[in-house]
């Protein structure tokens, strides 16, 4: 069953998803984890992909990107491991872009 | 399963785990603490006096944004008899600065605080812009790093500020003292965790309040309070040898979140041995700012940019130039000609 999820970027993370802050969409995964869902992100809405390390590094998030699972910060959850449900909102906070 | 707050007598739900410390706090409860850590560090370095006028150096960013917002609240809630004003800096980089700008005016408005902006072309005639035209993209990070640190200062002098305070965070000392580490630089190695520098006579002192703050709490300090700050990879920065520091520390930071207060520790017990030469403060010549130079590493830079000597202030090596050597003899030793002004070149 596809897992329906809102997903958030933002702090300069957006720039990397066609600069467009809020996405709605479907995995096609039953009950991802945020890893499998970074995954996803990377293959389907990472549209530079020159600057692709930016946001992914090896199977998860580059150091410096936040994670948020319904406004609740991923190192309290099981990070990379988190499993996901439909309805969820996860967010990514850049804090490799600078002011 | 949700987490419980780590506050005592506090019934939420845990929501952020504090890179300072590790512990699960609930929204409240973590800008209660994170305010009062910077409280702390305020009062246990002494670092205002009431009645001073103190300048907050303010990009738009999340670190000025947020050094702006806690300044002003802790100003209000212990007392600190401080008078704020805002400082910003327009370097002259087509479309980096136009919308920061923008969100430092909003600083002003929200924070009911008065804001001043100087530029470089003003202060230096030059823009970042024209330099790049002019350099490349190669050492840029180092002229607009010196130029705007003089600005600040200047900018602060000039409003008649008695203290400058920056948003640096414990990421970027980290990162600052690795760097000086690589580059061999006891000098700075020395006084670049210092929570006050200048304040020993001579130059306007500059704190960091937010020095012990990581980054991550700053940033989750702006989304739980709804701080908006500007944002957005600086154009030039890719070449910057600080990303390589910035990099590391991070990779360091997801294994082990304690070690970016370690390096800030091992940077503040250092001492460097009596037998080590370190430069000698003075002034400079042409302008009088603080230097260990004849001239200062700025005024180097402007002589190198006015006289298209592109690397003067820019060498690696400790080397000895003519100024306006006869360019008979390449390796930089005097050449005999007349011309005996010479400018030594370290780079900073």
Same mark, same amino acid.
């Given at each position: 069953?596809?897992?329906?999820?809102?997903? %958030?970027?933002?702090?300069?993370?957006?720039?990397?998803?066609?600069?467009?802050?809020?996405?709605? !969409?479907?995995? #096609?995964?039953?009950?991802?984890?945020?890893?499998?869902?970074?995954?996803?992100?990377?293959?389907?809405?990472?549209?530079?992909?020159?600057?692709?390390?930016?946001? !992914?590094?090896?199977?998860?998030?580059? #150091?410096?990107?936040?994670? /948020?699972?319904?406004?609740?910060?991923?190192?309290?959850?099981?990070?990379? %491991?988190?499993?996901?449900?439909?309805?969820?909102?996860?967010?990514?906070?850049?804090?490799?872009?600078?002011? | 399963?949700?987490?419980?707050?780590?506050? %005592? &007598?506090?019934?939420?739900?845990?929501?952020?785990?504090?890179?300072?410390?590790?512990?699960?706090?609930?929204?409240?409860?973590?800008?209660?603490?994170?305010?009062?850590?910077?409280?702390?560090?305020?009062?246990?370095?002494?670092?205002?006096?009431?009645?001073?006028?103190?300048? @907050?150096?303010? *990009?738009?960013?999340?670190?000025?944004?947020?050094?702006?917002?806690?300044?002003? !609240?802790?100003?209000?809630?212990?007392?600190?008899?401080?008078?704020?004003?805002?400082?910003?800096?327009?370097?002259?980089?087509?479309?980096?600065?136009?919308?920061?700008?923008?969100?430092?005016?909003?600083?002003?408005?929200?924070?009911?605080?008065?804001?001043?902006?100087?530029?470089?072309?003003?202060?230096?005639?030059? *823009?970042?812009?024209?330099?790049?035209?002019?350099?490349?993209?190669?050492?840029?990070?180092?002229?607009?790093?010196?130029?705007?640190?003089?600005?600040?200062?200047?900018?602060?002098?000039? /409003?008649?500020?008695?203290?400058?305070?920056?948003?640096?965070?414990?990421?970027?000392?980290?990162?600052?003292? /690795?760097?000086?580490?690589?580059?061999?630089? =006891?000098?700075?190695?020395?006084?670049?965790?210092? @929570?006050?520098?200048?304040?020993?006579?001579?130059? /306007? #002192?500059?704190?960091?309040?937010?020095?012990?703050?990581?980054?991550?709490?700053? =940033?989750?300090?702006?989304?739980?309070?709804?701080?908006?700050?500007?944002?957005?990879?600086?154009?030039?920065?890719?070449?910057?040898?600080?990303?390589?520091?910035?990099?590391?520390?991070?990779?360091?930071?997801?294994?082990?979140?304690?070690?970016?207060?370690?390096?800030?520790?091992?940077?503040?017990?250092?001492?460097?041995?009596?037998? =080590?030469?370190?430069?000698?403060?003075?002034?400079?010549?042409?302008?009088?700012?603080?230097?260990?130079?004849?001239?200062?590493? &700025?005024?180097?830079?402007?002589?190198?940019?006015?006289?298209?000597?592109?690397?003067?202030?820019?060498?690696?090596?400790?080397?000895?130039?003519?100024?306006?050597?006869?360019?008979?003899?390449?390796?930089?030793?005097?050449?005999?000609?007349?011309?005996?002004?010479?400018?030594? *070149?370290?780079?900073?």
């Amino acid at each position: 069953m596809p897992t329906s999820l809102t997903l %958030e970027f933002s702090g300069g993370s957006e720039f990397l998803v066609g600069n467009q802050k809020e996405h709605k !969409v479907s995995l #096609p995964i039953d009950q991802p984890t945020v890893s499998q869902l970074i995954q996803w992100i990377k293959k389907e809405i990472l549209t530079d992909h020159n600057r692709d390390d930016l946001f !992914v590094m090896d199977d998860s998030v580059r #150091p410096g990107v936040l994670v /948020l699972v319904n406004e609740c910060d991923w190192e309290l959850l099981e990070r990379n %491991e988190t499993i996901l449900k439909d309805g969820d909102v996860v967010t990514f906070i850049s804090t490799l872009h600078g002011g | 399963m949700p987490i419980p707050c780590s506050t %005592e &007598a506090c019934t939420s739900a845990a929501t952020i785990k504090r890179s300072k410390d590790g512990s699960a706090v609930c929204a409240t409860c973590f800008t209660r603490r994170f305010e009062e850590d910077v409280h702390e560090t305020i009062s246990a370095t002494n670092l205002f006096k009431r009645g001073e006028k103190v300048a @907050i150096g303010a *990009s738009g960013g999340k670190d000025s944004t947020v050094l702006a917002y806690v300044m002003k !609240v802790l100003n209000a809630r212990h007392d600190y008899g401080l008078e704020l004003i805002l400082l910003s800096i327009d370097e002259g980089i087509k479309g980096y600065r136009d919308d920061s700008l923008k969100s430092v005016e909003r600083n002003k408005i929200e924070y009911e605080l008065p804001l001043t902006i100087l530029s470089y072309k003003d202060l230096y005639g030059w *823009s970042m812009d024209e330099i790049v035209a002019r350099i490349g993209k190669k050492n840029n990070c180092t002229f607009c790093g010196v130029f705007r640190r003089q600005a600040l200062d200047r900018g602060a002098y000039k /409003l008649g500020a008695t203290k400058l305070v920056t948003g640096h965070n414990a990421d970027d000392i980290a990162e600052t003292v /690795l760097m000086n580490l690589l580059r061999g630089d =006891v000098a700075r190695l020395q006084r670049c965790t210092n @929570i006050c520098t200048g304040d020993d006579g001579g130059s /306007l #002192p500059r704190a960091k309040p937010l020095k012990y703050t990581f980054e991550k709490d700053i =940033v989750m300090y702006a989304r739980v309070n709804k701080l908006e700050y500007f944002y957005t990879e600086c154009i030039y920065a890719p070449n910057s040898y600080r990303n390589f520091a910035r990099d590391y520390i991070k990779k360091l930071e997801r294994v082990r979140p304690r070690a970016i207060l370690d390096i800030i520790y091992s940077g503040e017990s250092i001492a460097v041995r009596k037998e =080590v030469a370190l430069p000698v403060l003075g002034r400079c010549s042409r302008c009088g700012y603080i230097s260990s130079q004849k001239l200062c590493k &700025a005024c180097l830079l402007i002589e190198g940019l006015n006289t298209n000597q592109l690397d003067l202030g820019i060498k690696r090596k400790v080397t000895t130039e003519t100024k306006t050597g006869c360019g008979k003899d390449k390796t930089g030793s005097s050449c005999g000609c007349s011309n005996e002004d010479k400018v030594q *070149s370290i780079d900073f």
